[in-house]
């Protein structure tokens, strides 16, 4: 007999309603609705009241006022009159928070999945907690005591951590240093004898050519686009899932960014969404106002504080994250629908010492303009050529700040994100490879947008190689140290990756006009003895080995891709790099004049789209 042919009250008392739901029914709740919930719950693997408000199948609000009736307790939706030991993030965590003498009730309770049935199933008490829902006691919270909100999310890393947080020094300071280290170390060259000053200029050669060779042994590692066949796990065993999304001036992509987020193929059940904005930004706040978001979307106003950037705003919501796993998204964002399942699924297979798992950013705009195809180009080359392999090679690995999947325990040991480095994702990757975990591979696509103008491109990049020197001058405090927790090929890795790009950066424009001019301008002259002619054979190999680090990647990263029409435009990276000197010395004037500022980059501009995943705006 079809359920259809039943009384929709009988038929529900016949399958016996999970009690965290089955005490709607005298509340009017469409019976047909606490059926699919409670179905959702036994293939999920967890509470039908979760199930239930993460399905938007009823609003929350009214769950909890149903909830408080049946429990005999008041319900608190305005004002909540907080007592002495109101805490963040404690109280949140804790779903529990005290009241004031002289208040409804000595406490009020924001109950979670099968905590639900504990209280229903439990004998009646006299002093009951007061019942509010968990949106609305989050929001009292950080209502009631915002500062104390702001200053964890600000300063939690460098309370507990301070070496591995940007130092409270003006960065003026610390170039100084590094300037007059550099002068002494150029005098103390000039002052050597010709035979050590060679065997000098030969290890410093052998360095940097060891140092690029990162770029050059990548592409013959092997790691497809494309996942290989892996059993997923089904959705009973699957855990829950947090994901994090900072929204800032967003209004333009939030229909795009919700539709992409709610195409995710995982249980609604084990999925922990929050979208973070400013307090200052009513127009992001308005467009999320706008779609009828069900619980497992969550909408966090980050309290106002400085420093302005993403991981302050992340670090806000850390504490707050239900899931075993968390990700981070961008609001421009278009993750593969099975990234999640893929992630938990490889994850289950992994050793815990496997912290992170690093998906592929792909720019989907390559036909706006030659700088976003560049931009392509040279993500090609990273995500799909370079971080695969470092991820193969167990090396340390900067992370991107999208798309990168970690085990939310571990994230919280690490004190999270630093709030105060504006490239907080690279800074991340060499903080967990100094914690001796290590970063694996996803190989699953997150569509992103790149800029297509040379203003917001280079807004973009003088932040992110700002916060490569933000993280070169935090970790390199204590070189030996942090070299010796690496290990000697991993250190040499890190320096490469990070400081190693900064300087490469900043010296590639003078690096080429010597290059240029010494050797395809003048005659390169020849001297009598092998030794004597060993450093001109090593500027001309590095010569040409930086060239082909810039160029290989990309075009590896295009065949993988399929990206037959890009590749002809590999050879124009040389000249693409040259903008990347200009945003590292603006980066460099930066870092001294507006350490932590966050230069944003405005999204929804597209033309073209290669996936079609991309909506395009019209010329």
Not at 170 to 176: E, G, I, N, T, V
Not at 241 to 268: M, N
């Amino acid at each position: 007999m079809s359920v259809q042919r039943l009384p929709t009250a009988a038929f529900a008392h016949r399958i016996s309603l999970p009690p965290e739901i089955g005490f709607l029914l005298a509340e009017g709740v469409d019976a047909q609705r606490l059926i699919r919930a409670a179905r959702d719950a036994a293939a999920s693997g967890t509470d039908a009241a979760t199930a239930l408000l993460n399905a938007g199948l009823l609003d929350e609000t009214a769950y909890y006022r149903a909830l408080a009736r049946k429990l005999g307790a008041p319900y608190l939706d305005g004002p909540i009159p907080f007592g002495l030991g109101l805490r963040f993030p404690d109280s949140l965590v804790a779903g529990l928070a005290p009241l004031a003498p002289g208040s409804v009730a000595p406490c009020v309770l924001a109950p979670r999945g099968r905590l639900i049935a504990e209280l229903l199933d439990a004998p009646r008490r006299a002093a009951m907690p007061a019942i509010t829902s968990p949106t609305h006691l989050r929001e009292a919270v950080f209502a009631a005591i915002p500062g104390a909100v702001a200053d964890h999310a600000a300063q939690d890393l460098r309370r507990h951590r301070p070496e591995q947080a940007v130092p409270h020094e003006p960065a003026s300071r610390w170039l100084l240093l590094l300037a007059l280290a550099s002068i002494a170390a150029l005098c103390l060259f000039a002052l050597l004898p010709p035979p050590l000053a060679r065997a000098v200029t030969l290890a410093g050669q052998g360095l940097f050519l060891a140092m690029t060779t990162f770029r050059l042994t990548a592409p013959v590692i092997a790691a497809p686009v494309a996942a290989a066949p892996v059993d997923l796990l089904p959705d009973a065993e699957l855990p829950v899932y947090t994901v994090l999304v900072a929204l800032h001036r967003e209004a333009a992509v939030v229909p795009r960014l919700i539709q992409g987020l709610a195409a995710l193929d995982y249980p609604a059940a084990k999925l922990d969404i929050k979208l973070l904005i400013e307090a200052d930004d009513p127009e992001t706040a308005a467009a999320l106002a706008r779609i009828a978001l069900p619980a497992r979307f969550e909408v966090i106003t980050v309290p106002p504080g400085a420093p302005r950037t993403k991981p302050r705003a992340l670090n806000a919501a850390l504490p707050l994250a239900r899931g075993a796993l968390l990700t981070v998204y961008d609001a421009e964002d278009v993750p593969d629908p099975g990234q999640l399942r893929l992630s938990a699924s490889l994850f289950a297979r992994l050793p815990e010492r496997t912290a992170c798992l690093q998906g592929r950013l792909v720019i989907d705009n390559a036909g706006d303009s030659h700088l976003a195809r560049a931009f392509a180009l040279e993500y090609a080359g990273l995500f799909d050529v370079l971080n695969p392999a470092l991820a193969r090679l167990d090396l340390p690995v900067p992370l991107g700040g999208t798309s990168m999947h970690l085990r939310t325990r571990v994230l919280r040991d690490l004190r999270g994100w630093d709030s105060w480095n504006v490239t907080e994702d690279a800074d991340l990757g060499i903080r967990l490879a100094l914690a001796g975990y290590a970063v694996g591979d996803l190989p699953s696509a997150t569509i992103e947008e790149a800029p297509a103008r040379l203003g917001p491109w280079l807004a973009q990049r003088t932040r992110w190689l700002k916060g490569l020197m933000q993280t070169s001058l935090t970790h390199g405090r204590r070189p030996l140290a942090n070299a010796c927790r690496l290990g000697g090929l991993e250190a040499l890795c890190a320096a490469a990756l990070v400081p190693g790009t900064v300087a490469s950066s900043l010296a590639y424009p003078v690096c080429l006009a010597c290059a240029v001019w010494n050797f395809l301008v003048l005659e390169i002259p020849a001297a009598p003895t092998f030794a004597d002619n060993l450093a001109t054979g090593f500027a001309i190999t590095l010569f040409g080995v930086g060239f082909a680090a810039m160029v290989l990647p990309a075009l590896v990263g295009c065949t993988r891709r399929g990206w037959g029409d890009l590749a002809p435009s590999t050879p124009w990276m040389p000249a693409y790099f040259l903008l990347v000197s200009l945003a590292a010395w603006l980066a460099l004037i930066e870092l001294v004049r507006a350490p932590v500022r966050w230069n944003k980059t405005q999204h929804g501009l597209s033309r073209t789209s290669r996936s079609g995943r991309l909506p395009r705006r019209a010329s």
